[in-house]
C-alpha cells in the first residue's frame, strides 16, 4: 500500500469479479490465507480476533441456555462410523484418516510412516458419534437427563474445491450435543438453539437470516429434522449460518443411549446437535465487505476505535502521542452494551495514510486520525467505515468522547439495515411458473454482484422427483422458512397444488 | 456416593496407593475420564471449566506482552519436518500420520481407507515449523520485527504409556511463537514469557515453582536454550509446567525466516516458542488434591462457592429456595479480585449430603448448606474444602457475604502456602556426595506419599556423561535454578570440583 490512494482499496471490486474480490477482501482484511498445506488456511490476528468476539458471545447464550463445554477426542475409531450408515455415508468421502503412529528413516534416508494402528482412526468431521458412546456411559436413569453439553473444536473435511473461510480442509467451529427424555423436549432445544444462533448472527454479525426447516434431501446425515438459518451474500448467493437438528433416535440407537423411565422401562434418549463455524466469518466478508475492505459490526470487532497519529517532519510527536494516550484512555471508560470500548492506538513507524488504510481495509468501525492542529482545536477527526461516503467528520473531543458508544450503536444498526435492504430487494416472491423460475436462474451462468439473482420465495408441492429440474441451474431448496401464510397455490416446479413456501437459490 | 459418610471419598487414600489415587481423584472430582479410544481422554465439565479459566487468565497475560492469536493448520506435511533433523529426531517416534483422505467400502462391504495422499500429513506434535514457513512469507524486513503471535490448539504426541491429563495422544495447550531481530531481544522475550508462567502457576493455580534452565540432554528438540518451572508433586516428583524456549537460528535457517536489517544486510531472526497444556490439571490435582477429592484454587474454580440448600420432606422448599437464590444473588455482587464472583446453587433432586459430597470432590473452594434453621438464625453454614478439619463454620449471612472475597482470598494463600510447606520439607540441600545421593534415592524403587523423597539441590560438574550414573535411579536433571550462590564445591556424581546447583528428581 502506498500512499497514493488508490480508487478502492480492493481490486478487483465485486462488480468486476466477485468471486475473485473474495479472495482478495479475505486476504487484505488481515482475516485469513491459504497455507502451504492443501485445503488449509491460517486464521489471522484480526480475523481471529473477530472470531473469539463472536466465540465469547455465543459460550455466554450456552452457558446461559444451561449448557456446559467439554472436550472430546479428535480421534474416532472407525468402527464408531459402522454403526450409523446414513452419518457414515454423508461424510465418507471427505475423512482424513490416521493410519499410523511414527515415522522411521528407510534405507535411503527418507522419512516414512510406520507403526501402523491395528484400526485406522477417522479425524472427527463431526462428533455425534464419539459424544453418543460417551454419553452412553453417563446417561442411565431420567435423572441424568437432560444431558446438556457443548464442544469448541477443530473439525476436517477433506474439501475437494476448498474456498477459503468457506470449505477448507480444517476448520473451527462449536457443536452442541444433548440427550432429552422425550420428543417434545428434544424438539424444543433444537428450535431454542436455532433461536440462539439467530439472535447472535442478527444482533452481532449484523446480518439477517430466514430461520427454517431443511427439506430431506437436504437433511444432516441421520438426522429426522435439520433447522437452519440462511443468509443472502453479496451476489446473491445462500449461505447456510447454523443448523440444529434433531436426531431422533437415530444416535441413541447406534451408540446404545438407554435409561430407565420415571415409569420404569427402558428408552431410547432424543438426541440433538447444533453448529456453527469459521465459515461465519466468509458470511461477515459476503454480507459487509465492499470495494475497499471489511466493515466489521462492532460487537465483533477486535478494536472497535482505531487512532492514527498524524506525524508529520515538523509534527511535536512527543505531545500527540500523549495527547493519544490519554484519548485512548477516556475513551477506555466508554462503554458498548455496557462492556468497555475496544480502542487501540496505531503507533507504528509506517506514513500515517497507510495505517489509516490499513484499519479500513480491515474494517475497524471508527477510524480516528489526530494532528498538532485537532489538538490546538479540541476536535476528534474520525471516519465511519460504514459511511465512508460522508469522508472525515470533527467533533469536539469531549462530544466524540460522550457519544462513542452511541455512534457505535448506530453503525451496528447501520450495517444489519443496509444487508436487509439488500436482501429485501433481492428476494423474490412473485415467480410463480417453472418458465418464469428458469428464465430468472438463467440470467447468467453464475450469480454476480450486479445482477439480479438471489433467493426465489415459492411455493413448492414436496416432490422429491421434481428436484431434478434443479440440478442443471445450480438451485437447491433452502429452507422451508417457519413463517408460511398457509395459503393454497401452485407448485413452481410441477405446476401442481401447493401449500408450502420455499426458498430456492444458489449456495455456498 | 450413598449418604453415609465415607471416612475418605477417595479410595484407596494417597498413603496407600499414590498412583491409584491419582486415577481414582481424576475421575471423581469430574476433570477427566479416559475415552474408548486408546491413549485419548475426554476432559468433563468441571474439569474443562478449570482450564477455561486457566486460558482466560493466561490469554489476558499473553496479550498485555503484545502478543496476538492466530490459527494455524493440524496438519504439516511430512516435508516440513525433514528440513530440522534434531527437531524431527524428538518427536518422531510419536508422530499421528494421516495417509488417506476418504472411506471406502472394499468387497465385503466394510469401510476402509481410501484416496491415499501424495504426502503424508503430521497431526502437529508443535507446530515450529509450520509457524516458520508462514513467518518466512511474512518477514521482509527489521520493521516486521518483533512478530508475536500465540495459538490455542489441539497437539498430538502418540504416547506408549498414557496417564490422564499427563500423556495422552491428545492434549491442548497454547503455544507462543515469536521472531526478533537480535539474540538479546529474543531471550528477553524467553524469559519474559516464563516469568509470566511462573507468576500464574503461582499465583493462580497456587503452585510454587523452580525457575531454571535446562541441560543441554534435556532441551527441546531444535533448541539453543530451555527454560523452564518446575514443580514439586505430592509424592515429591518433579513436573515440568512450562517451558519456554530460545531457538537461535535452528527454525529460522531451516524456514528461512530472512529480513533486510536496519544496515540493508539479509539476516536471520531469532526465534522462540513457548506451551503450557492441559497437563497442568494433573499438577493441580497431584499438588492439591487430597483423600477427600480435589481442592481448586478460588481464582481458577469455575464456581467459588456452592449453595446446596437442605430439604427434608418437613422443610418449608419454596422458602428456603427463594432464600438461596437471594444469597446468591448477594454473593454474585461481591468480587474476588475485582471480578464478581462465580457462585452455584445446587437445585439436583438428590439428596443434600450428596451434593455436598460431590461438591467437596470437585474441590469448590466453598460449599454452603442453608436449611430451615439456618434461615430462622440468620446465619450461613460453610465449609472451606482447604480447611475441612475445621468442620462447619457458621457466620452471621451480612458478615459473610461481606468476607466472602476475603476468604477465598485466604483459601488462595492457604493452598499456596501449604504446597510451598510440603515442597520445602521434601526440598533436600545437604546432599554432598554420591553414596548420600545414592542412598537417598534407592529407598524406594519408586516415590510415595509417606515416603522422604522429593528434590536434591546439589552441586553438578556439568560433565553430560556423568548423568549415566542417574539412569538406574530413574532420576534426572530438572533444571539449573536462576538463583545461584556461586561458591565451589564438589560435584554430587563425580566429586570433581562444581559451582553450578541443580535440581536433581524424578519426575512426570
Avoid at 468471486?19 to 482484511?29: G, H, L, P, T
Avoid at 432424543?270 to 459487509?288: D, F, I, K, Q, Y
Avoid at 470495494?291 to 459490526?297: E, L, S, T, W, Y
Avoid at 487512532?307 to 509534527?315: A, E, G, H, N
Wanted: some cysteine; overall charge negative.
Amino acid at each position: 500500500m502506498n500512499a497514493k490512494t488508490p480508487k478502492t482499496a480492493i481490486s478487483p471490486t465485486r462488480a468486476e469479479n466477485y468471486s475473485e474480490w473474495y479472495q482478495k477482501i479475505v486476504r487484505a482484511s488481515d482475516f485469513a490465507e491459504l497455507s502451504g498445506v492443501r485445503g488449509c488456511q491460517i486464521l489471522k490476528a484480526w480475523g481471529y480476533g473477530v472470531w473469539e468476539q463472536m466465540q465469547r458471545d455465543l459460550d455466554r447464550r450456552f452457558k446461559e441456555t444451561g449448557h456446559e463445554n467439554y472436550y472430546f477426542p479428535i480421534y474416532i475409531p472407525l468402527s464408531y462410523f459402522q454403526r450409523e450408515a446414513e452419518h457414515v455415508d454423508g461424510f465418507a468421502k471427505e475423512m482424513a484418516i490416521v493410519t499410523h503412529h511414527r515415522l522411521t528413516k528407510n534405507a535411503e534416508g527418507k522419512l516414512v510412516p510406520d507403526g501402523e494402528l491395528e484400526e485406522p482412526l477417522v479425524i472427527r468431521p463431526t462428533s455425534e458419534t464419539i459424544i453418543g458412546e460417551a454419553m452412553s456411559k453417563w446417561i442411565q436413569s431420567y435423572r441424568d437427563l437432560p444431558l446438556l453439553l457443548n464442544q469448541w473444536a477443530n473439525v476436517s473435511r477433506w474439501e475437494m474445491r476448498p474456498r477459503i473461510l468457506l470449505r477448507t480442509a480444517e476448520f473451527l467451529w462449536q457443536e452442541g450435543h444433548t440427550a432429552h427424555e422425550t420428543h417434545d423436549e428434544a424438539m424444543a432445544e433444537t428450535k431454542k438453539m436455532l433461536d440462539v444462533y439467530a439472535e447472535f448472527v442478527q444482533d452481532y454479525m449484523a446480518v439477517p437470516v430466514i430461520k427454517g426447516e431443511k427439506i430431506a434431501a437436504e437433511r444432516f446425515p441421520g438426522a429426522v429434522t435439520t433447522l437452519c438459518i440462511e443468509a443472502m451474500m453479496q451476489d446473491g448467493r445462500a449461505l447456510q449460518a447454523g443448523t440444529s437438528h434433531y436426531l431422533g433416535h437415530s444416535f441413541a440407537k447406534s451408540c446404545n443411549i438407554q435409561f430407565q423411565s420415571r415409569t420404569g422401562t427402558l428408552e431410547f434418549a432424543h438426541t440433538t446437535s447444533w453448529g456453527m463455524s469459521t465459515r461465519l466469518l466468509g458470511a461477515l466478508v459476503m454480507t459487509h465487505g465492499d470495494d475497499n475492505g471489511m466493515k466489521v459490526p462492532p460487537r465483533l470487532a477486535p478494536y472497535q476505535l482505531v487512532i492514527v497519529p498524524i506525524l508529520r517532519d515538523d509534527s511535536p510527536k512527543d505531545e500527540i502521542m500523549a495527547y493519544c494516550e490519554q484519548l485512548k484512555a477516556d475513551l477506555l471508560c466508554e462503554t458498548l452494551d455496557g462492556n468497555p470500548l475496544r480502542v487501540k492506538l496505531d503507533g507504528r513507524d509506517i506514513p500515517s495514510t497507510d495505517k489509516r488504510w490499513d484499519w479500513i481495509k480491515k474494517g475497524a468501525p471508527l477510524v480516528l486520525e489526530i494532528g498538532a492542529k485537532d489538538i490546538a482545536n479540541h476536535k476528534v477527526c474520525f471516519t465511519r467505515r460504514d459511511k465512508m461516503e460522508d469522508g472525515k467528520n470533527f467533533e469536539d473531543r469531549a462530544t466524540f468522547i460522550g457519544n462513542a458508544g452511541a455512534i457505535l450503536t448506530d453503525i451496528q444498526h447501520a450495517l444489519y439495515n443496509a444487508a436487509l435492504a439488500f436482501r429485501t430487494q433481492r428476494l423474490v416472491t412473485n415467480i410463480k411458473d417453472w418458465a418464469a423460475f428458469e428464465s430468472y436462474f438463467s440470467k447468467d451462468a453464475d450469480n454476480s454482484f450486479t445482477g439480479g439473482q438471489g433467493f426465489v420465495r415459492a411455493k413448492w408441492c414436496g416432490d422429491d422427483a421434481s428436484l431434478a429440474k434443479l440440478e442443471p441451474l445450480g438451485v437447491t431448496v433452502r429452507c422451508i422458512p417457519f413463517d408460511q401464510d398457509g395459503q393454497e397455490g401452485t407448485c413452481v416446479l410441477t405446476g401442481q397444488p401447493a401449500t408450502q413456501e420455499v426458498i430456492f437459490a444458489r449456495a455456498y
